[in-house]
T-cell receptor
């Protein structure tokens, strides 16, 4: 039972355009959401996060949107750059727990 | 470099053998986590330590798995009587803050292949 779902295994966009990565979750107890980026042969690195009390968080080219009623979040990258090519994992955390629950990831390819 | 260090990077073993992995966290971090990632999946939580105390274990951590963190510094993850289904990337992470996943720093992982 996947509590965090990333239904698109891959996404390809042109350099300079917007990349939108989607994530759905089923557990209403999750109250903190994160995006991690992973390059081959490296561990995941934190990208951006959002608390359930907010609906948007922005950090430079990266913006995360949260729709609690739909149990959906998305990561927007604008403008996309070739160096953004990586696997992006959505993850969720429940208050009081140390257990991050990850989705399966979406492989983003940004073409020059 | 003072990041999370994992050793070895790769391990190939035969079914039934025991293997042990080591993780050296960032020195001032008191929390240490083990995750496992199989092909096409995201990382799955295995266990975590606060200092030397193992505070949470996943159901994924069968009796063949044991993790230790003596003296609250480095950690080892041992798998006894390995099975082909144990083949995965084993990721270690450390943090200083409680309950804030963005403060997790991951190592590059140990890739285990069980033949």
């Amino acid at each position: 039972d996947q509590q965090v779902k990333q239904n698109s295994p891959s996404l390809s966009v042109q350099e300079g355009r917007i990349s939108i990565l989607n994530c759905d979750y089923t557990n209403s107890m999750f109250d903190y959401f994160l995006w991690y980026k992973k390059y081959p042969a490296e561990g995941p690195t934190f990208l951006i996060s959002i608390s359930s009390i907010k609906d948007k968080n922005e950090d430079g080219r990266f913006t995360v949107f949260l729709n609690k009623s739909a149990k959906h979040l998305s990561l927007h990258i604008v403008p996309s750059q070739p160096g953004d090519s990586a696997v992006y994992f959505c993850a969720a955390l429940r208050s009081g727990s140390e257990k991050l629950v990850f989705g399966k990831g979406t492989k983003l390819t940004v073409n020059p | 470099d003072t990041g999370v260090s994992q050793d070895p990077r790769h391990k190939i073993t035969k079914r039934g053998q025991n293997v042990t992995f080591r993780c050296d966290p960032i020195s001032e971090h008191n929390r240490l986590y083990w995750y496992r990632q199989t092909l096409g999946q995201g990382p799955e939580f295995l266990t975590y330590f606060q200092n030397e105390a193992q505070l949470e274990k996943s159901r994924l951590l069968s009796d063949r798995f044991s993790a230790e963190r003596p003296k609250g510094s480095f950690s080892t993850l041992e798998i006894q009587r390995t099975e082909q289904g144990d083949s995965a990337m084993y990721l270690c992470a450390s943090s200083f803050l409680q309950g804030s996943g963005e403060k997790l720093f991951f190592g590059s992982g140990t890739q285990l292949s069980v033949l």
